[in-house]
């Protein structure tokens, strides 16, 4: 609709995302992103917020703790695990410092007995060749496959 700037119907593309999907467009008169290189805003004001989308879209009720489980870091059972970020090729990731990045994972069962883990890399992750370079964001995954798996229904990314 050129007036209001939006889509005529919803998720026009069948990408089957996002909050809104009548979303707006840019205008192509005024605006241009020839390379792709144009930055993109968090998509969550907070870790809170992306935390309460990620369980929303895979349906796990807002007042649903997580799973205890066994945090083999801290040799307890906890609300966590607490798992090293790695590479593609299971390297392990350092920060500026030197320090091995360490990540929060989060278990949930859902109504149906599947289980979910929401992945918490608020520290982000960069890798020498830029690919898969990201800021602070979590991951939902299913417990089959916390690599590359994905949850449907759920966005690849919950960036904040």
């Not at 008169?29 to 390379?35: E, G, K, S």
């Not at 917020?49 to 895979?58: Q, T």
């Not at 059972?77 to 920060?95: A, E, L």
């Not at 949930?108 to 289980?115: C, E, L, M």
Request: aromatic share 12%; with cysteine; glycine share 10%.
């Amino acid at each position: 609709n050129a007036r209001t700037g939006q889509y005529l119907s919803p998720d026009p593309l069948r990408l089957a995302g996002g909050l809104n999907t009548y979303g707006y467009v840019h205008n192509p008169l005024t605006w241009a992103d020839p390379y792709g290189l144009a930055g993109c805003s968090a998509q969550f004001k907070s870790r809170n917020e992306a935390f309460r989308a990620a369980k929303r879209d895979a349906g796990i009720p807002m007042n649903q703790q997580p799973d205890r489980i066994f945090n083999s870091k801290t040799g307890f059972f906890s609300d966590h695990r607490n798992v090293p970020m790695t590479d593609s090729r299971k390297n392990p990731i350092f920060d500026n410092n030197g320090n091995q990045v360490w990540t929060r994972e989060y278990q949930f069962t859902r109504a149906d007995g599947s289980k979910i883990i929401i992945q918490d890399h608020s520290a982000g992750h960069s890798y020498a060749d830029g690919v898969g370079n990201q800021g602070s964001h979590l991951n939902v995954r299913p417990i089959e496959n916390t690599r590359t798996g994905s949850v449907p229904g759920t966005f690849d990314h919950y960036e904040f």
